[in-house]
Structure formats: C-alpha cells, structure tokens
C-alpha cells in the first residue's frame, strides 16, 4: 500500500543576511505499510518520525526539499495527489485532541469527514451514530463540544474521523500520549480493528512496549535515517540486529534501565559515516567512512555492516 524508499528531506533558511543554511532531517529512509497490517515507528525525538507523516500528506513547509521515492497504491505522492488523498484515501489520527475544533459540536466534525469521503449528508449522519456506537461513545455525544469530553471519549472521536474517513492508509501519531493504561489499550484495539478492516496502519509512538502489542513489524528511526526494520516477534524474542535497537530496548525499565551516552548528530553537520557512528560500540573505521546500506538479515532489515541474524 505504502513504499517509501530512500526519502531525503532537508531544510534551508537564511542567516546574517543572504547566508544560506541547510538542515538534513531525513537521509534515506525507508519504509513500507500493507493493507491489512499495523507497523509501528518507533525512536527517539528528532529521528524524523513525525515529518515522514507530514511528508506523506503532503503538509511540508515551502523551504523543504524532498528526494526520493514515495509510492501510494503503487502511483507515485506528487504534492498534488497528496492534497487529493489527503482526508479521504490517507487519513491522519493526530496526536493531540486540541486539533479538534473547540467551536463546533464532535458530531458535526466526523460528519464533515465523512462528506469528504463521498457520504451524503444522511449516510454521513447514519455513520457518525453507527461509529460512534462500535467504540462506546455514549448517546448524545453527537452534540457535544471537545471540551465536555473526556480525554477518552476525545481520543475516540478522533479515531472516529479516520474510520468514517473510508482511508485506506491511516497513519496514527502519537495516539496515546498521556493517556491512562486503559485508554491506551483501547485506542490501540481500535488501530486493530482499523487493520484488520483491510487497512494499512502505521503507528508513530515513543512507547515501545504499547506499539509491540498491536504492531505486526518496527521500524526503528534513528538521526532521520531507517536504522532497522523487524517483526514484532523480534523484540520478544531478543532478535534485534542494530546496536541502536538493542540499546533501545535496553534502556526499557522493565528490561535494564540502561542509558545510552551522546546524542544525535546535529542535521546541520552529519557525519558522512554511519549516523550512529560515534555512539556505536561495534564501529571500525569503514563505519567512519561510508553510510551502510539497509540489508535484509536473518529475516529483518538492518542498516549496519556488522549487523548478523
């Protein structure tokens, strides 16, 4: 449904006058959802997941430049189509209930999305009820504003809009941040049920533990770059390929709690090696030298030379 290959996306912005200056965010990514699977992109803050989402609908600033290949439905993402698609055929569940408009009834929102859609006013209206019903919204929501809902029931509506949407792709960011444990579980069934609908998912999440328990395959996003792709299965049973991933997991407090020292290189002065490099206890100098490909190992994908299966 979803192939994204060797994304490059940078920045520019003038300083001290006519001074150009250029920010590499995203170096040759990859990426792929299909229908009927959830894939969970997981890394650290500035690893580039929230702009891959941006980049796919098409909602990148004028000084951005973008390189690469992005394929939906097998047709390629040109601006124009992302602005065709965006809402209808790929729909975003945003991570935060505040872009819920705070003047208009919850109802009358989802209906709007469902219009867009194609629905006439009447299915739209039967949609929204039969919608909200199938994840326990409770009678008269319809006529609520955001702010007389819970942080639940607002997350759940938000959900709403991308299952009246009739999306084929539904990219998920950040749906669960700063929600209780049950909520959490909930909104991830409803990604589920998303998938199983015969839809691609692709969930942006810091929380590991909560993407593997709905997430059919990881990527791992480190510095803008695809470090590893794996089964969920891979994670349970200690597979990990990269370095990152495993320190990753590591530093899980329910496995050893383990920090890892340095940051991420600045984009404005990436190494012309392996982005992890400098924080890597498996680097030689080749690794210093050249960027390494992203290869298929033992069943996964890994962007590491010395990576084994």
């Known amino acids: 449904m979803l192939v994204v290959s060797g994304l490059n996306i940078r920045f520019s912005r003038y300083e001290r006058g006519l001074r150009r200056r250029y920010l590499q965010v995203i170096t040759d990514l990859d990426l792929e959802v299909k229908a009927g699977e959830v894939v969970a992109v997981v890394g650290a803050s500035g690893s580039g997941?929230?702009?891959?989402?941006?980049?796919?609908?098409?909602?990148?600033?004028?000084?951005?430049?973008?390189?690469?290949?992005?394929?939906?439905?097998?047709?390629?993402?040109?601006?124009?189509?992302?602005?065709?698609?965006?809402?209808?055929?790929?729909?975003?569940?945003?991570?935060?209930?505040?872009?819920?408009?705070?003047?208009?009834?919850?109802?009358?929102?989802?209906?709007?999305?469902?219009?867009?859609?194609?629905?006439?006013?009447?299915?739209?209206?039967?949609?929204?009820?039969?919608?909200?019903?199938?994840?326990?919204?409770?009678?008269?929501?319809?006529?609520?504003?955001?702010?007389?809902?819970?942080?639940?029931?607002?997350?759940?509506?938000?959900?709403?809009?991308?299952?009246?949407?009739?999306?084929?792709?539904?990219?998920?960011?950040?749906?669960?941040?700063?929600?209780?444990?049950?909520?959490?579980a909930e909104t991830l069934a409803h990604l589920r049920e998303l998938a199983q609908e015969g839809r691609g998912v692709m969930l942006i999440t810091h929380d590991i533990q909560a993407a593997l328990s709905v997430a059919d395959r990881v990527a791992v996003f480190y510095a803008g770059t695809t470090v590893e792709l794996a089964s969920a299965q891979d994670f349970e049973r200690g597979n990990l390929r990269h370095p990152y991933t495993q320190a990753l997991w590591r530093s899980l407090p329910q496995n050893e709690f383990a920090p890892l020292p340095g940051n991420q290189p600045d984009p404005e002065a990436l190494p012309a090696g392996c982005l992890f490099g400098d924080r890597c206890p498996w680097a030689s100098e080749i690794c210093r030298a050249e960027r390494p490909p992203l290869r298929a190992v033992g069943g996964g994908w890994v962007r590491c030379i010395h990576a084994q299966g």
Do not use: W
């Open 49 to 184: 997941k929230s702009l891959l989402a941006h980049a796919l609908l098409g909602l990148l600033p004028e000084n951005a430049t973008l390189r690469g290949t992005l394929l939906f439905q097998g047709q390629p993402l040109t601006p124009e189509r992302c602005r065709q698609l965006r809402g209808k055929a790929i729909a975003l569940i945003p991570q935060s209930v505040d872009y819920l408009d705070p003047l208009m009834q919850v109802g009358s929102q989802v209906q709007r999305v469902a219009r867009l859609s194609g629905a006439s006013q009447g299915e739209a209206r039967r949609a929204v009820s039969r919608i909200f019903a199938r994840y326990r919204l409770p009678p008269g929501t319809e006529g609520l504003y955001p702010f007389q809902l819970s942080g639940g029931m607002a997350r759940r509506v938000l959900v709403s809009t991308a299952a009246v949407s009739r999306a084929k792709l539904v990219i998920a960011d950040e749906p669960t941040l700063g929600l209780d444990a049950e909520v959490v």
